[in-house]
């Protein structure tokens, strides 16, 4: 920034003005993305540490956007967050993994992530009722990640809402465990099925294990939660999970997420682990 008499700094920043009409028109094109048909799962398997086995995958939306090419979630989930359209976004993400689950038709688990605002607007419950039935998904191979953020408000409606999601026989993680200021708490309070073991932890593991990563498997265990690594990179740290009783994994050293039917070979061939 140039300096303005009197020793004050101009705000007129280019980039800043750059990077503002940038998010002006994705949030523009965000708004026509699903009437087009732009948005494409990507779909990344999770793996049983005990058996190697394929037990599921976590959907992850993609944005082929007409001039952009690839979109990835970071650049417009928080567009999609303040402009609401997370809503009818979510709500296609989580039928479009319904379908493709069914559609491969054999028991798998299929986790979706539901962000704040999703959580928080309408009747989650009722969406995810209808999506059920629509798709013939069955409740119980439906997963919800959610992050601490979604449970940061600890309101009594917070808690009706994950209840009323309970009662459908849905199951729930807490994704990115770890990350927040107060994570300990909400195991008590809310009652998850699954716990995410934050990539940042995993990153430093190696064979040797790690005493913090221990402990949060244990916690998960002794909360009645399954527990499952992400970010998982290189051997020493999928032999380090093992070693500490992790459940379950997901990373690039066992599959980057792939487009549908590169996920469904693999369910075929298996992984070798
Ligand atoms: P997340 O839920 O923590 O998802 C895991 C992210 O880590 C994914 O990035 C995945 O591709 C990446 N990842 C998986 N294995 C590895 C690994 O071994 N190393 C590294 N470096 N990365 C790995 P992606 O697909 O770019 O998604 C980023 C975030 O966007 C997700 O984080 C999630 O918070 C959000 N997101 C993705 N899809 C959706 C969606 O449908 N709805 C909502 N609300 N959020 C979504
Ligand atoms: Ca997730
Ligand atoms: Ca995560
Ligand atoms: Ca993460």
Redesign the pocket.
């Known amino acids: 920034a140039k300096e303005a008499g009197g020793g004050v700094y101009a705000t007129y920043d280019p980039a800043m003005h750059d990077a503002l009409v940038q998010r002006l028109e994705l949030a523009d094109d965000l708004r026509r993305a699903l009437d087009r048909d732009e948005f494409v799962?990507?779909y990344?398997p999770t793996v049983d540490l005990a058996t190697g086995e394929i037990i599921g995958f976590?959907?992850?939306?993609?944005w082929q956007h007409p001039t952009r090419g690839m979109v990835?979630?970071?650049d417009f989930?928080p567009i999609a967050e303040s402009t609401g359209l997370?809503v009818p976004?979510?709500r296609w993400?989580m039928a479009e993994a319904c379908r493709q689950a069914v559609a491969w038709g054999r028991p798998l688990k299929m986790a979706?992530?539901?962000?704040v605002r999703?959580f928080e607007a309408g009747d989650l419950a009722a969406t995810v009722a209808s999506v059920l039935a629509e798709t013939g998904m069955p409740a119980d191979q439906l997963c919800l990640?959610m992050?601490e953020s979604v449970l940061l408000t600890d309101t009594d409606e917070n808690l009706a809402r994950i209840v009323s999601l309970k009662a459908l026989g849905v199951m729930l993680a807490m994704?990115?465990f770890g990350t927040g200021y107060s994570s300990l708490a909400y195991l008590r309070r809310f009652p998850m099925d699954v716990l995410k073991i934050d990539?940042s932890f995993i990153d430093r593991l190696d064979h040797e294990g790690d005493p913090l990563v221990d402990t949060i498997i244990r916690l998960g265990h002794r909360f009645g939660m399954t527990t499952v690594a992400?970010?998982?990179?290189n051997e020493a740290q999928l032999a380090a999970l093992r070693m500490m009783g992790c459940d379950f994994a997901?990373?690039?050293?066992l599959s980057?997420?792939l487009p549908s039917a590169a996920a469904g070979e693999l369910l075929k061939t298996g992984l070798a682990v």
């Open positions: 799962l990507h990344q976590e959907a992850l939306v993609r990835p979630p970071l989930i997370i976004i979510g993400v979706v992530n539901v962000s999703q990640e992050t994704d990115d990539r992400e970010g998982i990179e997901q990373g690039y050293l980057r997420p």
